[in-house]
């Protein structure tokens, strides 16, 4: 069965990913970037290569209708699959992306929505009128870049609805990237006691602290200088670093007021619930 690491893009699930390849598969919790890939992105030709064709990565109908015969495929009886997504857990022509078949949890990551709209015009290259329009827009997609043949398309959704799709799911643990960054040892023992329910789990105090120490941003950013994270570039011409600030509220001395109030009056339910507001 699936756990989905799930979240809106720029919203920490590489952090999580990497907390959980220390506590996971690095014997004393030193952290690797090149071996992130231990959790696989969902949203991958390869496991849809016997259903589609390259042509059909593109198409939505195409791609729902296989998502549980591709999901099928992946699951081993009696065991328990990692996943990562940035798909909404969404219905399309009654096609459920994350269906209890298949599914046997999820991990969802959320973060203050005006910082992903920073982040991601930083990543994605867009200035920040558009990349607004993109996280309101309810039929978002993150569609394969031409030239990158294992991508198929990703449907995103707005931030709300993608957030809301996921964080009424079963078994589904809510973590925020505000508390990765300033409350690190909690989520990795949120994690602990969550992934306890599936995994059989015996981890120490000392591997502990080594993975709070050794998933540090700043070793993180010196990994990925090395050439270790594999992940990182949306467009390489323009050599954009993934990880930047790791910080919260960047917003705040960096978010046009407009767009901020904006943002606030689009998503206020949700961030007045998450206490963003």
């Not at 090149?34 to 496991?47: A, T």
Request: charged share 25%; glycine share 2%; with cysteine.
């Amino acid at each position: 069965m699936i756990i989905w690491i799930a979240s809106y893009p720029k919203s920490g699930n590489t952090l999580i990913r990497s907390l959980l390849y220390s506590l996971l598969i690095s014997p004393n919790g030193e952290l690797d970037l090149s071996k992130l890939s231990f959790i696989p992105n969902y949203n991958q030709f390869r496991f849809f290569e016997n259903l589609i064709n390259e042509e059909e990565r593109f198409n939505v109908k195409t791609i729902s209708d296989n998502w549980q015969k591709s999901q099928k495929n992946i699951i081993t009886k009696g065991k328990i699959k990692l996943l990562k997504t940035h798909n909404s857990n969404c219905v399309i022509n009654q096609n459920h992306f994350a269906s209890e078949n298949t599914t046997a949890g999820v991990i969802y990551i959320v973060r203050d929505p005006r910082d992903v709209l920073l982040s991601s015009a930083r990543h994605f290259s867009l200035n920040r009128n558009l990349m607004k329009k993109y996280m309101f827009d309810k039929n978002a997609k993150l569609m394969p870049r031409a030239n990158l043949k294992h991508e198929i398309v990703t449907v995103l959704g707005s931030w709300s609805d993608n957030y809301k799709s996921w964080v009424n799911s079963k078994n589904c643990l809510l973590i925020k990237y505000e508390d990765i960054i300033n409350n690190k040892k909690k989520v990795i023992l949120d994690l602990i006691k969550y992934l306890s329910n599936f995994l059989k789990l015996e981890i120490s105090q000392n591997k502990i602290n080594k993975v709070i120490e050794s998933t540090s941003f700043e070793n993180m950013k010196k990994q990925e200088e090395k050439g270790l994270f594999q992940e990182n570039v949306f467009d390489k011409k323009e050599k954009i670093k993934f990880f930047n600030k790791g910080m919260s509220k960047n917003w705040v001395e960096n978010l046009n007021k407009d767009i901020q109030i904006e943002i606030e009056k689009e998503f206020d339910k949700e961030m007045k619930y998450l206490g963003y507001l």
